[in-house]
């Protein structure tokens, strides 16, 4: 079965450090999403991403967030100068394949765990 | 968005059916609502969705009445590994993917 695949698993780093979470979304998928979810609290939206734009995006996602899709098949998610608030489980997830259009089944990684410190 | 109500915690024993209702007072005419799974450190992943009267697959089934203010994701006959988080979910039409997690139910199955 097709997945969404995520690295890093876990990543740690010092509060102001730049970090790009990296997302392989399902081949023949045309949407894009990140959410979060800081420990023992909700998923929460950040944003969604389709035809090469962001096409809606949270409060949670400021200036300091971007994300990009540099080749056919990387999703990434960077963080420019991370918060201490910034630790989560950070989830991507993929939607609408072929000639279905989106059916409300996202399909969600295993998550990237970030640590700032 | 449209807001969900649901149970925080439920138990159950092995092989029991679980029902699990959502209620959704001010969902729209053009909303979906869908049921997603959360293990511990994993991503949640999709179970059902339907718009009205009755949806199965091979998971769950879920029933939603003609007013649409509620909705029953139920499991047939639960193992320990149905042991997760359940969330309901209320969405609006295509255009609009940003899916609202709340706090979901704790479903605790016990041997």
């Known amino acids: 079965e097709p997945e969404v695949t995520q690295t890093p698993s876990h990543q740690v780093t010092q509060m102001g450090q730049e970090v790009i979470l990296r997302c392989v979304p399902i081949?023949?998928?045309?949407?894009f999403y990140w959410y979060r979810q800081i420990l023992g609290q909700k998923v929460e939206f950040l944003v969604s991403?389709?035809?090469?734009?962001?096409?809606?995006k949270s409060e949670i996602f400021d200036d300091q967030f971007s994300v990009e899709r540099p080749d056919g098949s990387n999703f990434t998610l960077k963080i420019r100068s991370t918060k201490l608030e910034d630790s989560a489980m950070y989830f991507c997830?993929?939607?609408?394949?072929?000639?279905?259009?989106?059916?409300?089944?996202?399909?969600f990684g295993e998550g990237s765990r970030l640590t700032v410190l | 968005l449209a807001k969900t109500t649901q149970p925080i915690s439920m138990d159950s024993y092995e092989g029991q059916e679980v029902n699990i209702t959502c209620s959704h007072n001010?969902?729209?005419?053009?909303?979906?609502i869908t049921w997603y799974q959360q293990f511990p450190s994993q991503g949640p992943r999709f179970i059902i969705q339907?718009?009205?009267t009755k949806v199965t697959n091979e998971v769950a089934s879920l029933f939603i009445p003609a007013d649409r203010k509620s909705s029953t994701l139920s499991l047939p006959r639960v193992s320990l590994s149905d042991t997760a988080v359940y969330y309901c979910?209320?969405?609006?039409?295509?255009?609009?993917?940003?899916?609202?997690f709340g706090k979901g139910t704790k479903l605790s199955v016990i041997p």
């Open positions: 979910l209320v969405r609006g039409r295509a255009g609009s993917y940003q899916l609202t």
């Open positions: 081949s023949n998928h045309l949407y």
């Open positions: 991403f389709y035809n090469n734009e962001i096409s809606e």
């Open positions: 339907g718009y009205k």
């Open positions: 001010n969902i729209a005419t053009n909303d979906y």
């Open positions: 997830a993929s939607s609408g394949g072929g000639r279905v259009l989106n059916t409300g089944e996202l399909f």
